[in-house]
């Protein structure tokens, strides 16, 4: 499959849409789209994930510490730290989850 990642998914107004790319025991590839001001509330997970921008502007909270990201920065959520997402700016991003074995 060969496509711009950021033309994947579309934004919604007032909502957060996803789409699962890869699913594997392994673990999951999945990109979202943020409109302005939504976000995930603080969660924890007990894998690994690494969240990449790919357009816009987020802030991510991992363990109650604020991280400000853009399109091009990726950022590591370690298992078990509970974290959070928040669109400064509508945002679209790639969510890669490793699952231990």
Known sequence: MESKIN???NYQAN?????TLLEKKSG???IFAFDK???LSEHSAPFDA???IIEGD???KISGEPH???EGEMIIMPANKPHALK???RFKMILTMIKSQ
């Open 37 to 39: 001001d939504q976000g």
């Open 15 to 19: 909502a957060v849409v996803s789409k």
């Open 28 to 30: 999951t590839i999945t």
């Open 87 to 89: 669109a400064i700016s």
């Open 68 to 70: 400000q990201l853009s």
């Open 50 to 52: 690494v969240v990449q």
């Open 7 to 9: 033309e994947m998914i």
């Open 58 to 60: 987020a802030e991510i």
